[in-house]
């Protein structure tokens, strides 16, 4: 087994490092020398992915529904803590699972987690076209109250499974329920899980990827993202297009030093996904509503920010000064990855088995062992 560098870890101990290793052994990461290879995961039989749909409360106030996916890997109850994965802007569930042999939803349910990932509404297989201008009402707040709702069904059981590729056709109870919840998000969804346990206080942890959370900023010495946009979709208005081309999409999320090729392929082929206008619209109502929720997280829910080192949207700097806002003002346990060799979509490079191994043991030494 040769696994992918870990990034550099605040506050875990030896220890903690140590169980983390045993408990993801079952992931690992192979390949030979040769310019044909690259590294792979490996799952046992036992690995299932499931479709689920959350109904949620739109922000008409009326029902919306949430295709989304479960996996497990072996035996789950009650008392197994559940990870439920928020994706970010131009992305969908498939951000969290781009092949069978790499993927971070499966990777993380491989160590024994059971975990949820779900297109937000609005994007992907959670349309939301009914009405002109509906993308403008789906602001980062929307989307973190869905969330909230998609939390307490995953904590109760109160969500529905389906054996099609959507959530349009026949579905059954989702028979599995999950009291300890913890979130992770990615980019745009990372605004969503900053602001949440401390509006909420429901999450037994937070995970924000590649983002700034708070309002602080950094020195501005990497310089700016570049390759992504936002031309309003001709049909969609209320929706932008935030890539135009394959390259804009490497340029924007992709290190090349540390990609993996297969998975860059999925990623970053047309079509791409339109995305609503209203997260973006409101970054400074978000960052000001974060802020306030950040102060009121306390002791009771450790935090993980991670980040790659060549992440031009939360370059190192501006990573730093969002773990210095939190030390200051969220009276949490607060840790930081920055992740070595990796761009914006860190799920697309070699260094995310690092990542899965060290949010495990991050986890297990928070009490939160799977």
């Not at 802007?89 to 491989?110: C, E, H, K, Q, V």
């Not at 599995?176 to 980019?187: D, E, L």
């Not at 607060?334 to 191994?357: C, D, E, N």
Request: net charge negative; hydrophobic share 40%.
């Amino acid at each position: 087994m040769e696994p992918s560098p870990s990034g550099n870890l605040l506050g875990m101990s030896k220890l903690a490092a140590v169980l983390a290793i045993a408990a993801v052994i079952v992931v690992a990461i192979t390949g030979t020398a040769g310019a044909a290879t690259e590294p792979q995961m490996h799952f046992d039989k036992r690995m299932a992915a499931k479709s689920v749909c959350f109904t949620v409360t739109n922000p008409r106030g009326t029902p919306s529904v949430l295709y989304g996916r479960r996996y497990t890997d072996g035996s789950v109850s009650a008392r197994t803590p559940a990870i439920v994965l928020v994706h970010g802007i131009a992305s969908s569930t498939a951000n969290w699972d781009f092949t069978p042999t790499w993927s971070t939803a499966r990777a993380l349910a491989s160590a024994g987690y059971v975990v949820y990932s779900y297109d937000r509404l609005g994007y992907a297989k959670s349309p939301y076209f009914d009405v002109p201008g509906d993308g403008y009402t789906l602001t980062t707040r929307e989307h973190r109250r869905m969330l909230h709702q998609v939390i307490d069904a995953v904590k109760t059981g109160g969500y529905a499974t389906t054996s099609g590729a959507d959530c349009t056709g026949a579905m059954q109870p989702g028979a599995m329920s999950n009291r300890t919840v913890v979130i992770a998000g990615h980019s745009a969804g990372g605004w969503i899980v900053a602001g949440y346990p401390g509006t909420y206080h429901d999450v037994a942890a937070m995970i924000q990827t590649d983002i700034t959370g708070s309002s602080a900023q950094g020195d501005g010495s990497e310089g700016s993202s570049t390759g992504g946009g936002f031309t309003p979709d001709p049909q969609h208005p209320d929706y932008f297009q935030f890539f135009q081309t394959r390259q804009n999409c490497e340029d924007f999320n992709v290190d090349a030093a540390g990609a993996v090729p297969s998975a860059v392929n999925v990623a970053c082929t047309p079509p791409f996904l339109d995305s609503p206008y209203g997260e973006i619209a409101d970054l400074g109502a978000m960052y000001a509503e974060n802020d306030v929720a950040i102060s009121q997280i306390g002791p009771g829910t450790p935090v993980l920010l991670t980040s790659g080192d060549h992440d031009t949207t939360a370059p190192p700097s501006a990573a730093r000064a969002d773990l210095a806002y939190y030390q200051a003002h969220c009276g949490c346990d607060v840790s930081q990855i920055i992740l070595p060799a990796t761009g914006h979509l860190f799920q697309v490079h070699a260094s995310l088995a690092g990542w899965v191994k060290d949010v495990v043991s991050w986890l297990g030494a928070r009490g939160l062992a799977a």
